[in-house]
């Protein structure tokens, strides 16, 4: 597999590729092969998982010739390659083989998208010794880019490569020396996909679902609660288009995700906006929840499928497949009526206004009873709060409680955590960070006894919804309820499990970190 490192020169303004062409002739002796068409595409997840695993993904198209390239960020060295049919899109496009292994666990459930086009004309130099050799390879590069929707394109800087020939390493040193010194051309680490990427308008890390805010711990409640919901609403318009074209599933994740925080932030964020602001607004994102749910129900089947495939007994595995086509089946219709919501005037006219409101100045003077205090006060209480109700709910919990008590509690566990993320920057950033890691084992545990209390459920009803169809076997029911069994004994099991987590969670340690924290006096002077 290719695993060389070359020398990259980017040709500065001002410098003509045909002198620096000219020159090389002039000090080596060289033969000059023909001039080869190349066609780059920059491929990534829409959130940059490949990239954020140190390496970049190029598609090179040659000759009607398609080679996929794995390469380190700085694109200098390849990594791994393999042949082709045609552009990929799920992992499930690639050919088995150890390029797909490195990608399958960094990508997960997403798709690769083209995200810039590079397009290349490539002349090659091979400078020979006194034996007839070729020594090093000389690339002279002039370059094109197009953004990947088409909209945008134009020139990229015109670059030059020397690739080195196995034992031959003088010529490539005596070559730079020239290159850097003589001619002056800069050594570049930037590969040109992504200097493409940037023309095309775009650049690394450009989208991410985490929460990354600035805030200033003495702004006004309501501005600082309008910078939040304003990169919430950014995050959810970011995934519309992608979830519309169903490119993956995490585009409606990410999407849900960030519509919940947005209703977590104006119920929890309290008294900071108008109460019939607030109302109007958590009632139709509450909207955006409801046409999405159906959706994103079925993407967690069908995620789930080959999990529930091997909880079963290896003789009644095949028995399921009924269910994942009813599934299948079903997806395509509930999709086509996501797409119409999605598209409605409702839901335009709701983001259009949401916008509108946030993009307002705040006015100068608000009676709103959290509105003019400083963020870090409001944030102080509301966290404190919130902790407080989150260990009154979990020491009621026993053995005996009812799956709703644990339901409540995961509840307020989600709100509490949502604070703390929204307001991470108004404090040390060790401290938060910590109470937030300790605080997701609790909500694992609790996520999961609801999770699997609400598939239990759900999958009754789908088997009966299948039975009424006339899709659903003999076979299939029967472990489809051997599978509902599994489900509650997990369930109960993480219901058993719970007492142990919670007292990890419920210890004065703890407590004297979120007090320290969310009660203590560097937070009371911040919000004065």
């Not at 040390?428 to 609790?442: A, T």
């Not at 909500?443 to 659903?472: I, K, P, T």
Request: aromatic residues 8%.
């Amino acid at each position: 597999m290719m695993t060389h490192n070359y020398a990259e020169y980017v040709v500065p303004d001002g410098v003509r590729l045909e002198d620096v062409r000219s020159r090389l002739l002039e000090s080596e002796r060289c033969e000059v092969d023909g001039v080869r068409q190349i066609t780059r595409i920059y491929l990534d997840s829409f959130d940059w998982r490949l990239y954020q695993a140190g390496g970049l993904l190029e598609e090179q198209e040659e000759a009607g010739e398609r080679i996929l390239v794995w390469r380190d960020c700085s694109g200098s060295q390849a990594l791994d390659a393999m042949l082709v049919s045609k552009t990929p899109g799920p992992i499930g496009d690639l050919p088995p083989g150890p390029l797909r292994e490195r990608l399958a666990p960094l990508l997960a459930m997403r798709t690769l998208l083209p995200l810039a086009r590079a397009m290349s004309s490539v002349e090659t130099l091979r400078v020979l010794d006194d034996e007839e050799k070729t020594v090093v390879r000389i690339e002279l590069e002039t370059n094109r880019f197009a953004s990947a929707d088409g909209k945008k394109e134009g020139a990229l800087s015109a670059r030059l490569r020397l690739v080195p020939v196995r034992g031959y390493p003088k010529p490539q040193s005596r070559l730079q020396e020239l290159l850097e010194g003589e001619i002056g051309l800069p050594l570049t680490q930037v590969n040109g996909l992504l200097e493409a990427l940037e023309a095309s308008g775009r650049r690394p890390l450009d989208y991410s679902s985490k929460l990354n805010y600035k805030l200033d711990p003495k702004e006004r409640a309501d501005a600082a609660t309008k910078h939040i919901l304003l990169d919430l609403l950014k995050t959810l318009q970011a995934n519309v288009a992608g979830s519309k074209e169903n490119l993956d599933s995490e585009f409606l994740h990410d999407l849900r995700v960030a519509t919940r925080r947005t209703r977590s932030a104006l119920t929890q964020i309290r008294d900071v906006f108008n109460a019939e602001v607030t109302e109007r607004f958590k009632e139709g994102f509450g909207w955006i929840q409801e046409i999405t749910g159906p959706v994103r129900d079925l993407d967690v089947y069908l995620l789930s499928f080959d999990d529930y495939r091997g909880s079963l007994p290896e003789p009644m595995r095949p028995y399921l497949e009924p269910f994942r086509q009813f599934l299948v089946s079903h997806y395509g219709e509930q999709h086509r009526t996501l797409v119409r919501q999605l598209s409605s005037p409702r839901f335009r006219t709701l983001l259009k206004d949401w916008r509108e409101f946030l993009d307002a100045p705040v006015p100068e003077f608000s009676a709103v009873p959290n509105a003019m205090r400083p963020i870090r006060g409001v944030s102080d209480e509301r966290t404190w709060r919130m902790y407080r109700r989150v260990i009154k709910e979990g020491r009621a919990i026993r053995p005996g409680s009812a799956p709703e008590e644990l339901h409540e509690l995961r509840k307020s566990c989600k709100k509490l955590r949502y604070l703390m993320e929204f307001f991470e920057s108004l404090y040390p950033g060790n401290d938060i960070n910590k109470l937030v890691k300790i605080l997701k084992g609790l909500l694992d545990n609790l996520g999961n006894f609801q999770d699997l209390a609400v598939q239990a459920v759900s999958l009754r009803h789908l088997a009966q919804q299948m039975e009424e169809e006339g899709v659903a076997t003999t076979d299939a029911l029967l472990a489809m309820g051997v599978l509902v069994g599994n489900l509650y004994q997990r369930q109960q099991q993480a219901h058993v499990e719970f007492a142990e987590i919670f007292a990890k969670f419920d210890i004065s340690a703890n407590e004297k970190m979120f007090q320290d924290l969310f009660q203590g006096k560097k937070g009371q002077e911040l919000a004065t």
